[in-house]
C-alpha cells in the first residue's frame, strides 16, 4: 500500500516535473522569439502620412513613391516571415525596410514643404508679374486695333490668371503653377504679337519723321498753312507759318493703324496729301468735309504692287473720297477712313485752311518708345 | 503505458499552444477593403480627401495589427476585428459624405452656369448700349473678345464636367464668373454714367 503510494507520488512528480521544465522552456523560448516590428512599422505609417499631409506625393513624388513601395515590401516581408515556423522568422530585411520607408517619407515630407513654399512663393511672384505686364498691355495695346487672335490670346492669359488665382486661395499651388505656366505662355505670345505690330508699324517713323519737318519748314518758308494729322495721338495740328496755331481731337476708320491699302479697308491713309474742295453744308452729310486728293502718287504705285504681289485681287478698287470732316466727337474710330472733327472744330479748321493746303497724315510724331513712356505714365 | 499517454498529451498540447493562434479575421478584412473600394469608387478620394486618407491611414494600421497577433504565441484578433467594424463603418460614411460632397459640387456647378450664361446674355445686350469710350471700337471688340474667352471657358468647364472632372469644372466657372461680374458691373457703370450726363 505504502509503496503502491510512493510509485503514485514519484510518477506525479515525474509529470510535474516535465510539465515545469517544458512550460520553463516554452517561456524561455517565448522570450526568445524574433520581436515583430510592430513599432518599426507604426513609425515609418505616422511618417507616410505626416508626408501625405505635406502633399510629398506632389512636390516630392518619387522620394514619395520610393517610401510607400519600401513600406509595402516591408509588409511583404514581414507577411511571409509569419508564415514561416514561429522559430524561424528573422524580421531583418522587413526592419531594413520598414526603416528605409520612415527615412525617404520623413526627407520626402521636408522635401515637399521646402518645394510647397517655394511654388507658393514662386506663383504669387508670378502672378504679380503677370498683373503687372497685363496692366501694362491693357495701356498700350487693348485700346488699340491688335488682330483678333491676340486679342484672344490675350484674354485667355488673363482668364487663366483669375484661375490660378482661385487655386492659390485653396493653397492648390500645382495647379496654381500649372495655370500660370499656360496663362504666362499665352500672355507671351499676345504682348509680343502687339509689340512685333507696333514696331512694324513705327518702321515708318522716319519718313513719318521727315514728312512733318519738311510740312512745317514749307509752312515757315512760305508763311502758309499745313496741317498734320498725328495718328497715335488721335490729334489734327494746323500750323500757320511754322508755327502750331491749333489742335483738335480726331477720330478715324477702326482699322486706323497702317495705311490705307484698298475702298473698304476702314482704314485712314499716311502719307502728303492736300485739300482738293473744300465742301461746306450743303455738299457734304458731314457738316464740313475737305476732301483730299486720296489716292496721290504714292498710293497708286503701293496698291499697283499689292496686287502685283497677289495681295488683293485687281479687281479691288484703291478707294476714294478720303476727307476732313464734322460730325466727330463720338469718342470712338468709326470713319470709313476719313479723319473726323467735332463740327465747332470743324468750323475753325474750315475757316483756316484754303483748296491746296497741304495735309500730312503720319502714323506719329512720336518714336516708339517715348510714346509707350507717355501712355504708360498717363 | 499510463506515462506514455500522459506525455503525448502534454506533447500534443504544446505543439498546439505553439502553433494554435486564433483564426485572422478574414471576411471582416475582405469586408472592409471592400468598403473603402466602395468609396473610391464615388471618388472620395477626391471630394474627401482627408477622409479618405484617414481611412486608408486605419486600413494600414490594422493590416500591420493583423501581421503582429499573427506573430504572436498567443495571438488575438478581438481588437483587430472591432477596428475591422470600425473602418467598413467609417468607410461607409466616408461613402456617404463623398456623394454628398459630389452632389454640392454638382449643384454647385449648374448654378454657376446658370449664372454665367444669364451674365453673358446680359453682357451681349449691354455691349449694344454701351457709349464706346474714347477707345471706341478697340474697347468694344475687346469687351466682345473677353465675352467670347468666358463662353469657351464655359464650354471647356462643362466638357470638365461631363468628363467627371467636377472640381476642375467648378474652379474654371468660378473665374468665368468673376470675369463675366466684373464686365457687367463695368459695362452697367458705364451705361448709368452716361444716362446722368444725358439728365
Redesign the interface.
Known sequence: MKGRLGKRLI?TG??VL??LV?SGV?VGL?YL?PE?P?DE??IA?EAI?TA??AEADRYAKELFRDACADYDSA?AN??R??QRF?FR?DFTKALQLVSSASEKARRSAREALDKAAKVSHSTGATVNQLENQISIFEKLY?????P?KT??HF??A??LL??AK??RGKAEFH?AEEKLGQAVQLFDQSNLQAREMMESYFDSYPKWKSWVEQAIATSRRQNSEVIVVDKMAQECLLYAGGDLKRKFKV?FG?NWIGNKEYKGDQATPEGNYYVVQKKDRRRTIYHKALLLNYPNQDDRVRYKKNIAEGKFSAQTDIGGLIEIHGHGG?????TNGCVALTNSDMDVLFRMVSVNTPVTIVGSLKTLQNWMEDELAK | MK?KF??GF?MIS?VA???SCAKVPQAEIDAANAAIEEARGVAADVYVPAEF?ALQ?SM??I??MV??Q????FGSFTAVKEKLAAVTTQAATVKTNAETRKAEVQAEIETLLTEVTALVGQNKELVGKA????????????IK??I???E??VTEATGLRDSGNLVGAL??L???K??ATAINTELQDVIAKKAGVRK
Not at chain 1, 487693348?142 to 491688335?146: E, G, K, N, V
Request: hydrophobic share 40%.
Open positions: 510518477r515525474w509529470i516535465i510539465l517544458l516554452a517565448y522569439l515583430p510592430e512599422f507604426r505609417r502620412a501625405r499631409d509588409m514581414w507577411k516571415q509569419n514561429i522568422r487693348a485700346p488699340l486695333p491688335i483678333q486679342r484672344e484674354n485667355r488673363k482668364m483669375s484661375e482661385i487655386a495647379t477720330e477702326p463720338r469718342d470712338f474710330h468709326w | 506515462n500522459v506525455l502534454v504544446i499552444l505553439l502553433s486618407a491611414d494600414n494600421s493590416n500591420a501581421e503582429a499573427k506573430g504572436k504565441l457709349p464706346r469710350g474714347k477707345e471706341g471700337a478697340a474697347a468694344v471688340e475687346a473678345t473677353e467670347g474667352v468666358i469657351t471657358t474652379d474654371k468660378k473665374a468665368a468673376e470675369k
